[in-house]
């Protein structure tokens, strides 16, 4: 289907961004010494500025309206599009083309999975994957708050919020309003980051590459090992802070900046710390008090799916990881998994069950956010409930297809759909081309929430 010149001019803009993006990083890489990955960021750079330039140009006094449907062929035109562009410099660092795409789409949807360690590339390679993942998690955010919040049920307010009002006979006139008042906030939480963490003891490129990295909940990391091996305690806590900020209901920090105040809170954050708690104290009486701490801050990595370390034994299981990866973090945030929303819906609708299993005759009604959970809401929430799991499953069976064993390819699996790419530890470094190839899909189905992916690729088959 021909695609709308508005929809062409908002591809135009990424590419445009990507471009100018790589600009600094060429004489960085120079300075480096890597010469192979100053070339890739010069041709990032050149057909970056080249397509953004020439579609924008055509496009000029583009006009209509943008409905729903064209809304979901952008949200995954772009995710498909931008880390082709954006991979040439981390093909060069990685030696092949399907290493540095794969690690591209890896970075700007936010899963952090890595097949070269950070000393394997330059600070320009390392500093350029963060810097991705940033521009990914904002794009997220806007999406988020425009795309989505269109498209959600109008009775769920999982996306409501009061930046904008969206025109939903227009989505594509929210992208401006959304991009200057998110983007600023996000800004504002990185680089106030990025200060504490360099108080905190972190080397000033560590900091800001943490802070990028954290901001976006991406799990990337200048150094390789966990983090207690390199990292201060005090800056290990200012990155606990930063990814809670980031897989936090992004729009309440807006409004808390910019306003100083907040709608009513939805229990998201008293959910997660609860769900940290619990595990920290599970850990606590399995091996004694002093797992405690690094256990709560696993297991917070884990939920917010940027997927550190914290020390250097594994305290908590991977299947637990990756099912607190599953529940993810707040529906407007840069974090992936299912998202904590809907798990609180549908564990308040089971309470509501047994309830009454107790009581028949009482009235139980299941609230959200201040608002009345009603059948079709609750419809919506169990399906997305029922696919996750589903795409698990498929994506693991094909991961293993591709030549990967079962543990390995569930791992894979898992941390890709959640984009929480750090907890499958080596088993993306093990794969060949089509295993890699198949866990870049699975990334862009977790960074579009599976189903509005679906509905993308069925937006294409059919007319506005």
Known sequence: MAQTPRLIRALGWCALIVGAAAIPFAPFALMEGAPEEARGFMLTAAAGLFAGGLTLA????????AAASASLRLALLAWLLTPLLAAAPLAAGAGGVAEGVFEAYSALTTTGAIL???????RAGVLWRCLLAWLGGLGS????????????????????????????????????????????AYLLVTLVGFLLLSVSGAEAFDAACLALSGMATAGLAPQSGPLAGW??????????????????????????????????ASGELRAMALVIAIMAGLAGLAGGVQLMLPAGLDALFAITTSGYQTAQSVILPA?????????????????????????????????GEVT??????????????????TDDMLAGVAVYALAYPVTLAAGTVIIAMAGSGFEAAWRASGAALTNAGPLAHDAFAAMGPAGLMASAALMVLGRLEILAAIAAFAAFCTRD
């Not at 290990?236 to 930063?242: D, E, G, P, R």
Request: net charge positive.
């Open 356 to 373: 009454l299993l107790a009581h028949p005759s009482a009235a139980v009604r299941t609230r959200y956010g201040g608002r009345s959970v």
């Open 116 to 122: 070269m360690a950070p000393e394997e590339l330059s």
């Open 58 to 65: 055509g496009t000029t006094g583009a006009s209509g309206p």
């Open 231 to 264: 990292l201060a305690p005090g800056a290990i806590f200012v990155l606990a802070l930063l990814c809670v900020l980031g897989a936090w209901n992004f729009a309440m920090i807006y409004e808390i900046l910019a306003r100083q105040r907040a709608r009513t």
């Open 141 to 184: 955010l806007v999406l988020a708050v425009t795309v989505f919040a269109a498209l959600d049920d109008p009775a769920s307010g999982l996306r409501r919020t009061s930046l904008l009002t969206i025109e939903r006979a227009d989505l594509f006139t929210n992208f401006g309003p959304a991009m200057r008042r998110l983007g600023g």
């Open 319 to 351: 299947p637990v990881l990756i099912l607190l990866a599953l529940i993810g973090g707040s529906a407007v945030s840069t974090a992936g998994g299912m998202k904590l929303s809907r798990v609180l819906i549908l564990v308040r609708r089971a309470w």
